[in-house]
């Protein structure tokens, strides 16, 4: 299992209890499967982290980031030829960046393009920050304020160095680190006012559409038996998922294991444009559930 999939299988635990998960920006609770079985009101009419029928995935598939920052409510990926694949979401866990003629709860990751001299250039003014010549674990006012966790990541020279920013860390970060780190999040949050414009190769956003998605479980695996048809025979084919927590499937999959489910009348605890949730508590089997996210073209680059 991949670092990203590692991620996202340890951030569904949080779901279960109340927390929005990867890249999510929050959730809608919508009961458990076990509450809602069968009653059809509380079924979605529609599945926003699934790109609309026919929609081509945005290409290539696949690409290891040279850039990745995580924190609250926001993600950044940027690859070595120029993709910058990000979101961000506010306080009522909507997207906040929207390609021309899209809709905010239907919005999920975007695009830009920035040329490779552009990378390159974004990738010596972080390096210039000095932050990752080796691991960090700061705690910093902003992040005390906030509640947050931040992971910023550098991949330079066949190393990947990071940068952990919790209100649990005991070291607190100096001026010099605390004013990076506010650069780096300028950078990132508004890069069409901070790069120069021959950094760019494609300014406009644009939707970024997904060739994959991870399914993932936490604390225990589900008992596919225990669940409603068509919902198990749907969820027991997928062995790797059910032994080892995570899988890569593609869109088309996904979007039979959704409708699977709903045809089962089992509604997810949550749905939005982030990911899926199906809460399996009160089924006769362990605490757990089942996650459902978009995968990023690192996590199909990795085995």
């Known amino acids: 299992m991949n670092a990203s999939i590692t991620k996202c299988v340890a951030l569904a635990v949080a779901v279960v209890a109340g927390v929005s998960g990867c890249g999510s920006g929050g959730a809608v609770?919508?009961?458990?499967?076990?509450?809602?079985?069968?009653?059809?009101?509380?079924l979605p009419k529609s599945f926003p982290v699934l790109p609309p029928v026919g929609a081509k995935p945005s290409t290539p598939a696949t690409g290891k980031w040279v850039i990745d920052v995580n924190y609250p409510h926001a993600e950044w990926s940027?690859?070595?030829?120029?993709?910058?694949?990000?979101?961000?979401?506010?306080r009522s866990d909507e997207a906040t960046i929207i390609p021309q003629g899209a809709d905010a709860?239907?919005?999920?990751?975007?695009?830009?393009?920035?040329?490779?001299?552009?990378?390159?250039?974004?990738?010596?003014?972080?390096?210039?920050?000095?932050?990752?010549?080796?691991?960090?674990?700061?705690?910093s006012p902003h992040s005390e304020r906030h509640h947050g966790y931040?992971?910023?990541?550098?991949h330079t020279r066949g190393r990947t160095a990071a940068v952990e920013v919790s209100p649990h860390n005991r070291t607190?970060?100096?001026?010099a680190q605390a004013g990076a780190l506010a650069q780096i999040n300028a950078l990132l949050t508004?890069?069409?006012?901070?790069?120069?414009?021959?950094?760019?190769?494609?300014?406009?956003?644009?939707p970024w559409v997904p060739a994959y998605y991870i399914i993932s479980h936490d604390r225990y695996a589900p008992d596919p038996s225990r669940l409603p048809a068509p919902a198990n025979a749907a969820l027991a084919q997928y062995t790797k998922f059910l032994r080892h927590g995570g899988q890569r499937i593609t869109t088309n999959q996904a979007r039979a294991l959704l409708q699977a489910f709903q045809t089962a009348g089992i509604a997810p605890k949550?749905?939005?444009?982030?990911?899926?949730?199906?809460?399996?508590?009160g089924l006769h089997m362990d605490p757990g559930g089942l996650g459902l996210w978009r995968a990023f073209p690192n996590d199909v680059s990795t085995p």
């Open 29 to 42: 609770d919508l009961g458990s499967a076990s509450d809602h079985m069968s009653a059809a009101k509380y």
């Open 78 to 90: 940027v690859y070595p030829d120029g993709r910058m694949i990000y979101q961000a979401y506010n």
């Open 105 to 139: 709860p239907y919005t999920g990751y975007v695009q830009q393009r920035l040329t490779r001299r552009g990378v390159a250039f974004l990738r010596s003014t972080i390096l210039a920050t000095g932050l990752f010549r080796h691991n960090l674990s700061l705690a």
């Open 150 to 154: 931040y992971l910023y990541r550098f």
């Open 172 to 175: 607190t970060a100096t001026p």
């Open 190 to 206: 508004d890069p069409t006012r901070h790069l120069p414009p021959w950094a760019w190769a494609d300014r406009t956003i644009r």
């Open 270 to 281: 949550i749905n939005n444009a982030g990911e899926v949730f199906y809460d399996f508590a």
